[in-house]
């Protein structure tokens, strides 16, 4: 028979979010009556992977039994990797601006969605981009004036994420970790405002969304690319 086992029952407070590996590895959010910390249980040891007066959630687990999460700063949300017991925590990003919702692969590739402010313009104050981690380097997956958002990366690599321009439907985007073109756009729409932006996409994969009301859509394509086409898509190049 199957049997039920409390691997919390001693903290006195609630217990939220638990994920579980492909060993039995378990990590959640440890609420103590302050904040949320990062609980890590295997073969019956706990290990407070944080301890501090800041909240940290948003945690992932792989089968590393490696976690990344994202910790307040007192500031804002940052992302952090924890690779083991004894081993510094190290930290993936560092701004002034919120890094949430984590995800990583078994290979502790890391995306997560960052506000980014870098495009602020009239009427514009900023959205949230798809950021990847991997190899010691950070990159800049998205780049546009749209939210993107709830990445996730698959053990090959590949992202993907739901994406919308403000007030449009979301929709669903797929790129790759490297060996990107990039492709910078133009959307004219019917009333004459004009949207201008990025898109990164691999070799070997679509990159889609859809827009309403579009009048026409200039795009500079790289070399050995294609421009885009049928509003906002890109082809295999």
């Known amino acids: 028979k199957?049997?039920?086992?409390?691997?919390?029952?001693?903290?006195?407070?609630?217990?939220?979010?638990?994920?579980?590996?492909?060993?039995?590895?378990?990590?959640?959010?440890?609420?103590?009556?302050?904040?949320?910390e990062i609980a890590f249980w295997k073969a019956n040891v706990l290990t407070m992977v944080t301890n501090n007066d800041l909240y940290d959630s948003y945690r992932r687990i792989n089968n590393l039994d490696h976690i990344v999460y994202a910790g307040y700063d007192g500031n804002d949300y940052e992302i952090y990797l924890w690779t083991?017991?004894?081993?510094?925590?190290?930290?993936?990003t560092n701004n002034d601006t919120n890094d949430t919702f984590p995800r990583m692969n078994n290979s502790d590739e890391i995306v997560w969605q960052g506000f980014d402010v870098s495009e602020v313009s009239d009427g514009h104050s900023g959205d949230f981009e798809i950021f990847y981690y991997g190899d010691g380097s950070v990159k800049q997956i998205s780049r546009n004036e749209s939210n993107d958002l709830i990445p996730r990366i698959t053990d090959g690599g590949n992202i993907v994420w739901t994406?919308?321009?403000?007030?449009?439907?979301?929709?669903?985007?797929?790129?790759?970790?490297?060996n990107y073109y990039e492709y910078s756009y133009t959307f004219t729409y019917s009333n004459g405002d004009k949207y201008f932006g990025t898109v990164r996409t691999t070799a070997n994969q679509y990159y889609v969304g859809y827009k309403k009301n579009i009048t026409t859509i200039e795009g500079l394509a790289p070399k050995g690319g294609h421009p885009l086409q049928n509003a906002w898509v890109t082809e295999n190049a």
């Open 84 to 92: 083991g017991v004894g081993v510094p925590v190290q930290q993936i």
């Open 2 to 36: 199957s049997s039920i086992k409390n691997v919390s029952q001693t903290n006195p407070y609630s217990d939220r979010f638990p994920q579980l590996n492909d060993n039995g590895a378990l990590t959640w959010t440890w609420e103590d009556g302050n904040d949320g």
């Open 163 to 178: 994406g919308s321009e403000w007030g449009e439907a979301y929709q669903v985007h797929v790129a790759g970790k490297e």
